[in-house]
C-alpha cells in the first residue's frame, strides 16, 4: 500500500479529522508540517483554490478539505472499516454530523484554546515547537502568536453572537451527546465518518482544559475512549 502524505497544522482540528479516519482505517501516513505564514512546504495546488490545511497527496491526487480527503479515503479504501453506512437514514445522519464538525463544533475550538491569554500562550507554544519554523520564525510565532491567535479567538465568538467559549462548547456537545444516544457510536453499533470527524476535532484540544472539561460528561467519555482505542488498534503508523 502508497502512503498518504498530510500537509498539517499541529492544532488544525480539519488536519485531526484526516487523521481520525486514517487510524480508524489503518492507513499509512505522513506528516508534513506546514509553516502557518509561508505554507512554503505545501504542493502545488490548483488556481484560484485557497491555500489552506488538510491537503493530502495520494498515487498521484492532490486533495484539498478534509469533507473531500475524507470522501476520497472511502472512495480509495472503502473495503478497511467502511465509514459510510449503507443505511440511507444513517448515511444522511453521519453526513449532519460531519457538516455540525466543519461548521460549528472545529469553529468553537479555537476560542476554548486561545480564549484567555494563558491558553492563548500554550497553543502558540504547541504551534512553535510543531511548525517548520526556522529559530527567528519560532521567536515570533511564541511571542507574537498568542496575541494573533487570541484575536483570531476573539472574532469567531463575536461572530457566533458572544458569550463564554468553554458555554458555546458545552451547548455543542450537548448535540453530539444527543447523537451518540444510547449507541456505541454516532450511527449505531458500527464507527462511521462521524466518529471520525467528532473524534478527530476533539483531539485536537487534548492538551487543552476544555478537554478534560468535556470528558466531564460520562456518556461523551465512554464514546471517546471507544473511538480512541479502534484508532489505537487499528492505526498503521
Ligand atoms: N473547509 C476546510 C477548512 C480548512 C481550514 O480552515 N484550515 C485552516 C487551518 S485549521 C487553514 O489552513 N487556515 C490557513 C489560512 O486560512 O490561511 C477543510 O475542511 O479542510
Redesign the pocket.
Known sequence: MHTLTLYQ?EL???CHKVKAAADIKGLVYEKVDVN?YTKAELPELPEGT?????VVQYDGHTVQ???AILDFIEERFGDTTPLLPKDDRLRSKVREIEAWV?DDLAQVLPTVIYGTWGEAVKAAQVTARTSNFGPMQNLMVRAGGSLIMHQVAKRIVKRRGGGDPHAMLAAELDKLEAWIGEDDFVAGSEVSLGDAAAHGALTCIKDFPAHAEAMQRPRLAAWYSRVQALRDANRAN
Open positions: 497544522f488544525c482540528p480539519f502557518p485557497p491555500r489552506k490545511v488538510p478539505d478534509s469533507t466543519d
